[in-house]
């Protein structure tokens, strides 16, 4: 086998969760005969887009640019651009409409004790683990994960050999986590506490101790390029010169859009504008130890000589607003 086998999104966001699903259970089942079925990671980001340059790459990194990916999925869609619904489609396979999850509220069903009890109690991962992988997951799982009337930190969902669940949406510094159903508190240490770099150590750490006897998945859910756009200190200062595309919908009426669209015109001011642009730049600043994630997330695979056996996704829940039809910037809006 050649490569990493990668997948990456290529339109509004992310593959649909559906295709992203079948795929995954695809690779996992047809090699689940042979001698070892073959490894998985999926990688999945928070808000990140396509068509507004959120998948441009800067470094020179292993895996931002497009052309370079060996699969490309560029005809699916999520399903919906809302944090927990499109997630809870990812993870059980499902349209929102028939998992319940309806946003991000745990009113709305996210990480709802309903939501726990139903389609939570089918997601893949408990069929991989089936099939006798490994499983570990570190990061973002849905917007109100952790709660009290979640079920708390205790609460562990079927399938994971190795839990690292973010307890809320996300944040890169001053986070709870859940270690395998314990309460662990981070502060603001950048060498200790920095979420994207934390999810990086404890994948590498399994990769240590796994048994090489038996396949494994890996799902790593950074913050970026997540709202509160916390950096990395030694990437806070790039790309001073970048702004948001200004695209032929850029501070304009959407005539054809829901009607809070259609109004009169009415362009953004000075200070949205200015804000805009530093949202803008601060998203891509995040997204660079997301580079770095991924880059030696690869590199360990390859030393561990699982990376030729290793099918990698990359693909995020929703894409992101930036300016279009009056609007300064959003991620939930069709």
Same mark, same amino acid.
């Given at each position: 086998?050649?490569?990493?086998?990668?997948?990456?999104?290529?339109?509004?966001? !992310?593959? =649909?969760?559906?295709? $992203? #699903?079948?795929?995954?259970? &695809?690779?996992?089942?047809? @090699?689940?005969? +042979?001698?070892?079925?073959?490894?998985?990671?999926?990688?999945?980001?928070?808000?990140?887009?396509?068509?507004?340059?959120?998948?441009?790459?800067?470094?020179?990194?292993?895996?931002?640019? !497009?052309? =370079?990916?060996?699969? $490309? #999925?560029?005809?699916?869609? &999520?399903?919906?651009?809302? @944090?927990?619904? +499109?997630?809870?489609?990812?993870?059980?396979?499902?349209?929102?409409?028939?998992?319940?999850v309806r946003n991000n509220s745990l009113y709305g069903n996210c990480s709802s004790l309903l939501w726990q009890?139903?389609?939570?109690?089918?997601?893949?991962?408990?069929?991989?683990?089936?099939?006798?992988?490994?499983?570990?997951?570190?990061?973002?799982?849905?917007?109100?994960?952790?709660?009290?009337?979640?079920?708390?930190?205790?609460?562990?969902?079927?399938?994971?050999?190795?839990?690292?669940?973010?307890?809320?949406?996300?944040?890169y510094y001053n986070y709870t986590l859940s270690v395998n159903g314990k309460e662990e508190k981070h502060g603001?240490?950048?060498?200790?506490?920095?979420?994207?770099?934390?999810?990086?150590?404890?994948?590498?750490?399994?990769?240590?101790?796994?048994?090489?006897?038996?396949?494994?998945?890996?799902?790593?859910?950074?913050?970026?390029?997540?709202?509160?756009?916390?950096?990395?200190?030694?990437?806070?200062?790039?790309?001073?010169?970048?702004?948001?595309?200004?695209?032929?919908?850029?501070?304009?009426?959407?005539?054809?859009?829901?009607?809070?669209?259609?109004?009169p015109p009415n362009p953004m001011s000075n200070s949205s504008l200015v804000y805009l642009d530093d949202a803008?730049?601060?998203?891509?600043?995040?997204?660079?130890?997301?580079?770095?994630?991924?880059?030696?997330?690869?590199?360990?695979?390859?030393?561990?000589?699982?990376?030729?056996?290793?099918?990698?996704?990359?693909?995020?829940?929703?894409?992101?607003?930036?300016?279009?039809?009056?609007?300064?910037?959003?991620?939930?809006?069709?």
């Open positions: 086998m050649e490569g990493p086998r990668t997948g990456a999104p290529a339109r509004g966001g !992310l593959p =649909s969760a559906l295709a $992203l #699903l079948a795929v995954l259970l &695809t690779c996992c089942v047809r @090699c689940a005969g +042979s001698a070892r079925a073959s490894n998985v990671v999926l990688v999945l980001v928070d808000d990140q887009d396509v068509q507004l340059g959120g998948m441009v790459r800067s470094h020179d990194l292993c895996h931002i640019r !497009l052309s =370079s990916l060996p699969r $490309l #999925l560029s005809t699916q869609f &999520t399903v919906t651009p809302l @944090c927990c619904p +499109s997630r809870s489609s990812i993870l059980s396979g499902r349209y929102p409409h028939n998992h319940g009890k139903g389609p939570e109690s089918g997601a893949f991962p408990i069929y991989l683990n089936k099939l006798g992988y490994q499983t570990f997951f570190a990061g973002k799982y849905l917007n109100q994960y952790g709660g009290k009337d979640a079920g708390g930190v205790a609460h562990i969902p079927p399938g994971w050999d190795q839990w690292n669940a973010l307890v809320g949406n996300s944040q603001d240490n950048y060498e200790k506490d920095y979420l994207t770099d934390l999810i990086l150590n404890r994948s590498l750490h399994f990769l240590d101790d796994r048994s090489p006897q038996h396949p494994f998945f890996i799902m790593l859910s950074p913050p970026a390029p997540h709202s509160p756009w916390t950096a990395a200190p030694q990437y806070g200062k790039e790309f001073s010169n970048v702004k948001a595309p200004r695209d032929g919908s850029f501070d304009k009426p959407g005539k054809d859009k829901h009607w809070l669209l259609r109004q803008y730049r601060r998203r891509w600043q995040t997204l660079l130890s997301v580079d770095d994630m991924v880059e030696k997330l690869v590199k360990k695979l390859e030393s561990v000589k699982e990376l030729n056996d290793t099918y990698i996704f990359y693909t995020s829940d929703n894409g992101y607003h930036t300016g279009p039809t009056h609007v300064r910037s959003f991620s939930s809006l069709v």
